[in-house]
């Protein structure tokens, strides 16, 4: 990373009635020296000035708001100033054209404040890829996890499982540089049980964690039934639109079609599958088998069935299946005796057609995406990154025991403590004497 001062735009580009430029670097209060009319000598961080916008040779280019922010209070840690100009091409061009002849004033590169707030300290490796998850939300479940992550959620539970295991580093380093000295039976006791704990925790944290991959890539929820159930006709009513063709005849859908879809603020793929039958097409077979596939991977399905013939054929299912509801469509043509049996089997009863009981089956869905989160759920693993350094955290606690020459023990230890450090992106050999000369009085 170079000492530049950087520029860029902070908002999308285009026609706005507002539009946001961040500069960042040494050269920021001579930036705001040259280009505005604010006295320098007295400005004033995280205060609004209403001032004229100027060209190098004193042209007004507009009228706009300048906020300074003086370091390391700032989001860079930087000294870094905001120009809230007006968002139109040819202002935008103009301040551009204005800052680039600057010496060491340059572009930024992507995400490059994000990696100055990095070197900087202002944020770890979890709380910057919170952000840019942040950014990429689409849904309000989505938005809540990166928020949390950005808060340091992630963070703080990977250093609190780092810091114990360099202090136990810490004892082992001593009493390397200390051959002569047999360890305590109380201290081996607490260094087994300070990695013993992270070590399960580890284990915790990483069994059936796949929630954050659902809540990133979407919940897989399949539609399956008989040809004729209706499938196509619950997908447009879950959409509210004609997303798919619907017709009597059978076989109009062979191949599975997955709907990106928000539900209740958790995203969502709805795969509409072929109707499962028996048939001697070997199109359709394709897609009959693709639509069992399907299924399997499913974390929801949506047994789907024409309940003005028959219930559901559970022998379409594979029995591996957890969650599964039972949809009966075309309510339209059912007696109240009917319907008051199906009640009793607890089965969802609509209409597709006529977009009747969709909103109960929303809220099924919805009841079983919300209770897939745990109390841990506020520590998602949001990255595959994070996963394979956990992995290989748990690979070094497991080799790890006082049995052997403790030169091992330790080097176990410090693999530990390098693969959680890479996740947040703090490897710092200096932080194991610091709790070496922290913890004894080695050379008193």
């Given at each position: 990373?170079?000492?530049?001062?950087?520029?860029?735009?902070?908002?999308?580009?285009?026609?706005?009635?507002?539009?946001?430029?961040?500069?960042?670097?040494?050269?920021?209060?001579?930036?705001?020296?040259?280009?505005?009319d604010i006295d320098i000598e007295n400005i004033k961080p995280r205060y609004a000035?209403?001032?004229?916008?100027?060209?190098?040779?004193?042209?007004?280019?507009?009228?706009?708001?300048?906020?300074?922010?003086?370091?390391?209070?700032?989001?860079?840690?930087?000294?870094v100033v905001e120009i809230q100009c007006h968002g139109s091409k040819a202002v935008l061009n103009s301040v551009f054209k204005t800052?680039?002849?600057?010496?060491?004033?340059?572009?930024?590169?992507?995400?490059?404040f994000s990696k100055r707030a990095f070197y900087n300290n202002k944020m770890d490796?979890?709380?910057?890829?919170?952000?840019?998850?942040?950014?990429?939300?689409?849904?309000?479940?989505?938005?809540?996890?990166?928020?949390?992550?950005?808060?340091?959620?992630?963070?703080?539970?990977?250093?609190?499982?780092?810091?114990?295991?360099?202090?136990?580093?810490?004892?082992?380093?001593?009493?390397i540089d200390f051959p002569e000295e047999d360890?305590?039976?109380?201290?081996?006791?607490?260094?087994?049980?300070?990695?013993?704990?992270?070590?399960?925790?580890?284990?915790?944290?990483?069994?059936?964690?796949?929630?954050?991959?659902?809540?990133?890539?979407?919940?897989?929820?399949?539609?399956t039934g008989a040809v004729?159930?209706?499938?196509?006709?619950?997908?447009?009513?879950?959409?509210?639109?004609?997303?798919?063709?619907?017709?009597?005849?059978?076989?109009?859908?062979?191949?599975?079609?997955?709907?990106?879809?928000?539900?209740?603020?958790?995203?969502?793929?709805?795969?509409?599958?072929?109707?499962?039958?028996?048939?001697?097409?070997?199109?359709?077979?394709?897609?009959?088998?693709?639509a069992l596939q399907r299924v399997k991977e499913a974390d929801i399905v949506l047994a789907l069935y024409d309940a003005s013939v028959g219930s559901f054929d559970n022998s379409q299912l594979p029995d591996s299946i957890s969650n599964i509801i039972y949809v009966a469509n075309k309510a339209d043509k059912l007696s109240e005796k009917q319907i008051e049996q199906i009640?009793?089997?607890?089965?969802?009863?609509?209409?597709?057609?006529?977009?009747?009981?969709?909103?109960?089956?929303?809220?099924?869905i919805t009841n079983i995406l919300s209770n897939s989160f745990s109390s841990s759920s506020s520590f998602l693993i949001t990255r595959t990154r994070y996963r394979e350094a956990l992995e290989e955290c748990l690979n070094h606690l497991e080799f790890f025991s006082l049995d052997k020459e403790i030169e091992l023990s330790a080097e176990d230890i410090r693999m530990a403590c390098r693969a959680i450090g890479t996740i947040t992106g703090n490897i710092k050999v200096d932080e194991i004497l610091d709790n070496i000369f922290g913890s004894f009085c080695i050379g008193k």
């Open positions: 990373m170079d000492n530049k001062t950087i520029y860029a735009l902070s908002t999308v580009y285009g026609k706005s009635g507002v539009a946001v430029i961040r500069v960042s670097g040494p050269k920021v209060l001579d930036i705001i020296k040259n280009i505005t000035y209403f001032t004229n916008i100027k060209s190098l040779d004193n042209n007004i280019l507009d009228k706009s708001l300048v906020l300074y922010f003086k370091a390391p209070h700032s989001f860079t840690g930087e000294d800052l680039s002849p600057i010496n060491n004033v340059r572009l930024a590169e992507a995400g490059e490796l979890t709380e910057a890829e919170g952000l840019a998850d942040l950014i990429d939300a689409e849904t309000s479940e989505q938005q809540k996890y990166a928020i949390k992550q950005m808060e340091g959620n992630l963070k703080n539970l990977y250093y609190s499982w780092r810091e114990n295991l360099l202090k136990v580093l810490s004892y082992l380093e001593a009493f360890i305590p039976q109380n201290l081996q006791d607490d260094i087994l049980n300070s990695v013993f704990k992270v070590r399960d925790e580890i284990k915790n944290h990483l069994t059936g964690n796949n929630i954050s991959e659902r809540l990133k890539n979407g919940f897989r929820i399949t539609i004729n159930a209706g499938k196509s006709s619950l997908i447009n009513a879950l959409t509210q639109k004609n997303t798919m063709i619907v017709s009597d005849v059978a076989g109009t859908t062979r191949d599975a079609v997955d709907i990106n879809l928000d539900i209740k603020g958790y995203p969502v793929v709805i795969t509409d599958t072929a109707g499962i039958h028996k048939t001697e097409d070997k199109i359709e077979k394709i897609g009959i088998e693709t009640k009793k089997r607890k089965h969802c009863i609509i209409s597709a057609k006529y977009n009747s009981g969709i909103d109960n089956l929303i809220e099924k």
